[in-house]
């Protein structure tokens, strides 16, 4: 069975930083490309990023471009999501997701596996 699991969420201060993480059980992740989504109350699921299985490469969603960074670790089957310059709009459940896809993008239709979420909340 697979399971993704997302942690490091919680309460942070507008400015302050942030590491999600998503661990894998059930399927090897170096043969998975991950996302990132998020979803705040009462808005669409947004795309945050992913990174690719194949060559480590990334993209990210125009809201969070350079202030979010993905990355990955094959040996500990699992995913991160570093966030830092938190705003108050970055407010949102975040999950992770896995996509059999080189370069899935941001379709959440291209991605198979999702974890149930973490929450992120940014304080003024």
């Known amino acids: 069975q697979v399971q993704l699991e997302e942690s490091g969420g919680g309460l942070v201060q507008a400015g302050g930083s942030l590491r999600l993480s998503c661990v894998a059980s059930?399927?090897?992740?170096?043969?998975?490309?991950m996302g990132w989504f998020r979803q705040a109350p009462g808005k669409e699921r947004e795309f945050v990023g992913f990174?690719?299985?194949?060559?480590?490469?990334?993209d990210y969603g125009d809201s969070v471009k350079g202030r979010l960074t993905i990355s990955r670790d094959n040996a500990r089957n699992t995913a991160y999501l570093q966030m830092s310059s938190l705003e108050l709009e970055d407010t949102a459940v975040y999950f992770c997701?896995?996509?059999?896809?080189?370069?899935?993008?941001?379709?959440?239709?291209?991605?198979?596996?999702w974890g149930q979420g973490t929450q992120v909340t940014v304080s003024s």
């Open positions: 059930g399927l090897t992740l170096s043969q998975y490309s």
């Open positions: 990174i690719s299985w194949t060559r480590d490469a990334t």
């Open positions: 997701a896995a996509s059999p896809y080189d370069v899935p993008g941001g379709l959440p239709d291209n991605y198979i596996y």
